[in-house]
């Protein structure tokens, strides 16, 4: 049986999917978001996981858009249940595609249970 991809889409809730879906909801249907990798990420005291997207317009883009979306991004806030965007970053931008990496950390207070 074929899995609907707009349904599967809709019910994952890992914070890759939910990064994705964010920055989707910010360009609307002007752009594809594509989670591209992700790779678990550790420090003494945290962990997470390191995000790769592409974020491409469809024909000609507005260079304003995705100007627009770069600025944004690093300073928006992300709500993803467990977790949070301690850095995301615009790594190459051109006039129809950005690339974006970001890193989700284990909420320590969300998940500590009392």
């Known amino acids: 049986m074929p899995v609907d991809p707009v349904r599967l889409k809709s019910c994952r809730t890992d ?5 994705a879906n964010q920055i989707e909801a910010l360009v609307g249907d002007r752009a594809i978001v594509t ?4 790779r ?12 790769s997207l592409s974020v491409e317009w469809a024909g000609v883009a507005d260079l304003a858009a995705v100007e627009n979306l770069a600025n944004a991004l690093p300073v928006h806030e992300f ?7 301690a850095d995301i970053l ?25």
């Open 90 to 114: 615009v790594t190459e931008q051109s006039a129809a595609r950005l690339l974006v990496e970001a890193l989700s950390i284990v909420d320590p207070v969300e998940n500590n249970p009392k």
């Open 35 to 38: 989670l591209q990798r992700e």
């Open 40 to 51: 678990l990420w550790a420090s003494i005291t945290f962990a997470g996981t390191r995000h």
């Open 79 to 85: 709500a993803i249940p467990g977790y949070f965007i």
């Open 15 to 19: 914070p890759g999917s939910s990064l």
